[in-house]
């Protein structure tokens, strides 16, 4: 029984595996230090979106409490993000909070779905490239939106006394951050930072920009409310669009992360179950008056900097954040944001993949391309599934073309007077051209036999090749052999028996490994 225990309880809460070893005091450290970071972006986000203050705080909550229990990456932070308020702007405006909250539960079904359909195994297609450049967006992004910090409420630039004390204590933050961790591991820098700058401001009576200069964070346990929307088709042709984004957008950036974290903790994340967690979480973001979001690569990563490796630091991030909002309002509030404008550059210098510029010369150019317009669509649409996918197009369009340059054919004649084509390279739409190239049909023998034995027939395209090469022998009175088909190929003419008209040889010994999905 007991080990039955265990069993379920590492599979499903890594918090209560008796096996795992966890550092209680990193984990708890880590989890106030998201929780303090996670305070302003969440309130940013929600003004982005047009949305109270709290609507941000109370997903943030919810998202950050759920994904961490039942998510497939310990460690990795959830709240309210920039790429849904992007999304559900418009929304907004048009429409009002409540299609908000009903959107962001229609978004959650769809996540779900799409986790239980083991969906998240199609991470596998975005090409390193495309993760590279969406990597350094999101970098470019998370520092961008610090320099709002650098202008007073009316959009100008500070200047004077203002602009030296803000800049200053930034940069004193971004030291602590960089140093601490060559000194001493045993606090988390980020904490430290936030909490020296906080104790030189009360302890001088500095004036410099706060978070309660934002927006106030004071509320209560979020309320259960159900969207006051019509349960009726208009409505679900409204919020569709922008629920089918929310999720693709929450998907995509979640598992992007989850990848992200693996690498940094040579772990394993389990990319489904972390898509069944986002949208259970949503749901219940959309019920509990939240906006709705997705993983945080900024706060992921300050939490996996800071040591933690379980889901303790995000259980703790999140129950935090709801004292904050509940009881300590007010102390929150008088946090400088300087100290939490400090830890966002470093986690932005952080984020960014210094080692694709490095290698930049030593990629090849199709790669940098497809990183380079990633990166650009991510910082100037902020379309982060725009740019995802725009960066997996045009890496497959390359990839087509780079293996439609590949097939070719080794030629030879038998005792016996047959020609035999040996086939190499996958031979699909774009290679169908490069294919039929290969054939002398005029001065070829009776007897040909085309050998597929280090090849693919891979799509209708290639099949229709197949029947046209056949029609090409039989009008000349020449009889073709289709020779080695791997089982997949000879099932793809099977299922096309009607449309075309070729002569397979039965070869039931040979087999071809075929990479299934």
Known sequence: MKA?????????????????????????????????????????????????????????????????????????????TGAVAVVIVSLVVSHGVEYVFATVI?????????????????????????????VNG????????????????????LTGSSLYIL?????????????????????????????????????????????????????????????????????????????AVVAGVGLIESLLTLNIVDEITETRGRGNKEAVAQGT?????????????????GQSLINVSSGARARLSGIVAAV???????????????LPMAALTGLMIMVAIGTFEWASLRTFNKMPKSDIFVMVMVTLVTVFLHNLALAVLVGVVI???????????????????DANGVKHYEIYGPLFFGSVAAFNEKFDVANDPDEVIIDFAESRVVD????????????????????????????DCKQLLQNADQLIDVNVMEDPTYKVAVDTI
């Open 320 to 334: 935090m954040l709801l004292v904050f909002i509940m009881f300590g309002a007010g102390l929150v509030e008088k």
């Open 395 to 413: 890496a497959a369009l390359v990839f087509a073309w780079d293996n439609a340059k590949r097939i070719r054919a080794r030629k030879s004649i």
């Open 106 to 134: 229609l978004a959650g079904i769809i996540q779900l779905a799409a986790g239980f359909l083991r969906l998240g195994k199609f991470m596998r297609l975005v090409p390193h490239p495309v993760i590279f450049g969406f």
């Open 281 to 297: 979480a949503n749901i219940l973001s959309g019920l509990f008056s939240g906006m709705g979001g997705c993983a945080m690569i």
């Open 167 to 243: 800049l200053g204590f930034v940069l004193l933050t971004m030291l602590i951050i960089w140093g601490l961790p060559k000194l001493t591991k045993a606090i988390p820098a980020a904490l430290t930072a936030i909490l020296v700058v906080f104790g030189i401001v009360a302890i001088f009576g500095i004036d410099t920009k706060t978070v309660g200069d934002i927006a106030s964070i004071q509320g209560g346990f979020p309320p259960f409310h159900l969207p006051s929307v019509p349960f009726t088709l208009e409505t679900l042709t409204i919020i569709f669009p922008y629920a």
């Open 138 to 157: 999101l970098a470019i992004i998370i520092f961008m939106s610090q320099l709002d910090q650098f202008k007073d409420a009316s959009g100008h630039w």
């Open 4 to 80: 039955i225990y265990q069993t379920l309880m590492k599979k499903y809460f890594n918090l209560f595996d008796l096996s795992q070893k966890v550092n209680y005091k990193t984990e708890v450290l880590s989890g106030l230090t998201v929780a303090m970071a996670l305070v302003p972006e969440a309130v940013a986000f929600a003004l982005i979106a047009g949305l109270s203050p709290l609507t941000g705080l109370y997903a943030a909550f919810v998202m950050g409490l759920i994904t961490s229990i039942f998510g497939g990456r310990p460690g990795m932070i959830s709240g309210a």
């Open 460 to 487: 209708m395209s290639a099949i229709e090749a197949l029947n046209k090469i056949t029609e090409r022998y039989q009008k000349v009175g020449k009889k073709l052999h289709l020779k080695h088909l791997s089982p």
